[in-house]
């Protein structure tokens, strides 16, 4: 079945580091991809999209591309800061609404 | 726009006991889906449904169950618990219906113990 697979964390940076979250993905069709985050206490909240390949998904500053020959969306963002501290999710859907989510990746950022 | 939102919160049920958890989607929104996170397995998809039917359902017994009522509103319900149900259950709705992918606005999520 399809399925996700990310880094496993906790991945810690300086503020003002460069961030990469690897995620690949296994999939029988052609799915949408998207990077989720989840700060403590609360849901979670798209970060961004990508649902064809070699589009690219960007939002406050992150980004990621859908790579179809390489199967990965990896996430980046050229500069974090503190706030950016959370989860973070990578996920796929080809089936209407139903997400397969990676185990997520936290991002630990420090002044 | 009011966001999704689960009730209760946070819940504490015993072995063998039945819970009926409940989300309210964003108002005009007719999906909604259901998820369990814990820290093992992470997120899992459990059942979708749109228009009080139930149109996707994840891999779990069927001690889970959900409902949706005409005006959106959903229901899940897990009977006969066990310690391993014990997770943050996440409600999701989306707008529109579709072969498609439609984003999809998360609840809080209720924190449901099993003690």
């Known amino acids: 079945g399809d399925s996700v697979t990310q880094m496993e964390g906790p991945v810690t940076l300086s503020e003002e580091a460069f961030l990469t979250i690897n995620c690949t993905y296994t999939a029988t069709g052609y799915p949408s991809l998207f990077w989720y985050v989840q700060y403590p206490g609360e849901g979670l909240q798209l970060l961004l999209k990508a649902t064809k390949a070699d589009d690219k998904g960007s939002n406050k500053g992150f980004e990621a591309t859908y790579r179809k020959e390489t199967t990965s969306f990896h996430l980046e963002k050229g500069s974090v800061q503190v706030s950016d501290s959370a989860v973070y999710f990578c996920a796929l859907s080809d089936q209407g609404d139903k997400l397969i989510f990676g185990t997520g990746t936290r991002l630990q950022v420090f002044p | 726009k009011a966001g999704v939102t689960q009730t209760p919160r946070y819940l504490i049920k015993t072995r063998g006991q039945q819970v009926t958890l409940s989300c309210s989607p964003i108002?005009?929104?007719?999906?909604v889906s259901w998820y369990q996170q814990t820290p093992g397995q992470g997120l899992q998809f459990l059942f979708e449904y749109f228009s009080e039917t139930q149109r996707n359902k994840g891999n779990f017994p069927g001690r889970f169950s959900g409902r949706q009522f005409s005006n959106s509103r959903s229901e899940m319900n897990v009977s006969t618990l066990e310690l391993g149900d014990s997770a943050l259950y996440l409600c999701?709705?989306?707008?529109?219906?579709?072969?498609?992918?439609?984003?999809?606005?998360f609840g809080p999520g209720t924190r449901l113990t099993v003690l």
């Open positions: 999701a709705s989306s707008a529109l219906q579709g072969g498609s992918y439609n984003e999809q606005f």
């Open positions: 108002s005009g929104h007719r999906s």
